[in-house]
Structure formats: structure tokens, C-alpha cells
């Protein structure tokens, strides 16, 4: 080791330095918060929010009571919650599943979602994001919003059974302007199901679409 050269130090201490940075966070009660900029492992918490700003490179993010927030040009692993939204900003490289049971998922323009998208109750929303598996909802409207692309399959699962005097709420699925769904659509329950004239989709099965020409779907 006495004999190295000082550029071959410095090279070996630039290759450990990101993973050195590159720590996670866990705790079972409180929030969490990414810094600008800032390269982190797995950000984990029980209960507690989690926010992430922009232009972080991070790990797998999850909480159980608690809701997910991503800003802008973020870099991320899979993203889990169990009782909380979860909302992607722009340009945003989530490289697992985005799921929550209890809560909204929402992505913004020029978001990448390389997995699947899940929630059980609660709304889906893509504005110009590419999702590469599937998304699925059992309670919730979905809407695969202006310029986006579904590479997998829409599923808008059968709720287990509940007794209830009123009918159910239909669930709105809306396939928005030039929207893209590559693979099937099926509705194992009743839905409203909206397709804009210039998107395109695979095999529907459960439900007919209404064709609408306008930027956003018709009130039911």
C-alpha cells in the first residue's frame, strides 16, 4: 500500500464516496426527508410521511401510516405505503411497484414508472407517464391521462363482499388524449369507462366505452 501514487489514491476514494452517501434512513415513528440533491438507500418509517425533494437519488421508500411525496427529476426505488397517497412529480424514475392500499397514486408529465401501479381504495392518475406493468384498482376511478403509455394491463378488480342498502359507486375510468393502453382492459366489476378518439387500447372485457372528443372525459 506505501508504494501506490497519489492518482490512484484519489480514484479509489472518488469510487467509495457514493457509497459512503448513500445511507439509509429507518424509523418506526416520525416523518422523513430527503434533501436536495442528495443520493440516500432505503428511506423507511412505520408511522410517518415521507417527502423527497428534488433531484434525489434514493432507494426503496415505504411507510405504513403515512403518505409518500416525490418532487421533481427524482431517481427512486419501489414505493409502498399502506394508509397514504402517494404523489410523483415531474420526471420522476421510480424503478419498482408504486402501491398503496388506502389512498391515491398520481404521476406527473415525463414520470417512468418501470413496474406496476396499485392501489385498493383510492383514484389512479397519470398525466404523460410511461408505466411499464400493469395497473390495478379495486375502488377507485382511473384515469390514464393525456399522452401517457400503459405498456401493461388496466384491471378494475371485484370487491370482496359488503353489505350495503345503496347501490355502489361505478368507479370512472377515463383513457385520456393520445393515451396509450398496450395490453387489455378488464373490469370485473361495473365501471364508467371513457376513451378519448385519439387514444388507443387493447381488448376491453366487462365494460363499453364511451368515445369522447373533448379534452376531459364527460361528467357522468
Known amino acids: 500500500m506505501r508504494h501506490l501514487h497519489l492518482p490512484l489514491l484519489l480514484a479509489l476514494a472518488m469510487a467509495c464516496g457514493p457509497a459512503l452517501a448513500q445511507e439509509g434512513i429507518s424509523k418506526v415513528n416520525g416523518s422523513i426527508?430527503?434533501?436536495?440533491?442528495?443520493a440516500y438507500g432505503a428511506l423507511e418509517t412505520v408511522n410517518g410521511s415521507i417527502k423527497v425533494a428534488d433531484g434525489?437519488?434514493?432507494?426503496?421508500?415505504?411507510?405504513?401510516n403515512g403518505s409518500i411525496r416525490l418532487g421533481q427529476r427524482v431517481h427512486s426505488g419501489g414505493i409502498s405505503t399502506v394508509n397514504g397517497g402517494v404523489r410523483l412529480g415531474t420526471d420522476v424514475v421510480a424503478q419498482g411497484d408504486v402501491r398503496t392500499v388506502n389512498g391515491s397514486i398520481f404521476s406527473d408529465r415525463r414520470s417512468h414508472i418501470q413496474r406496476d401501479v396499485e392501489t385498493v381504495n383510492g383514484g389512479i392518475g397519470l398525466v404523460e407517464t410511461r408505466v411499464d406493468?400493469?395497473?390495478?384498482t379495486v375502488n377507485g376511478d382511473v384515469?390514464?391521462?393525456?399522452g401517457s403509455l400503459l405498456a401493461g394491463n388496466l384491471l378494475v378488480k371485484k370487491?370482496?363482499?359488503?353489505f350495503s342498502l345503496t347501490?355502489?359507486?361505478k368507479p370512472r375510468v377515463i383513457v385520456g388524449?393520445?393515451?396509450?393502453?398496450?395490453?387489455?382492459l378488464t373490469f370485473e366489476r361495473d365501471v364508467v369507462l371513457y376513451v378519448h378518439r385519439s387514444a388507443r387500447t387493447g381488448p376491453v372485457t366487462g365494460?363499453?366505452?364511451?368515445?369522447?372528443d373533448s379534452d376531459s372525459a364527460p361528467e357522468n
Open 56 to 64: 434525489v437519488e434514493t432507494g426503496g421508500i415505504q411507510t405504513v
Open 133 to 136: 406493468g400493469d395497473v390495478t
Open 177 to 184: 388524449p393520445n393515451a396509450v393502453v398496450e395490453g387489455t
Open 167 to 169: 347501490p355502489a359507486r
Open 207 to 212: 365494460a363499453e366505452a364511451i368515445a369522447f
Open 143 to 146: 384515469t390514464i391521462g393525456v
Open 33 to 38: 426527508s430527503a434533501e436536495p440533491g442528495q
Open 159 to 162: 370487491p370482496s363482499f359488503s
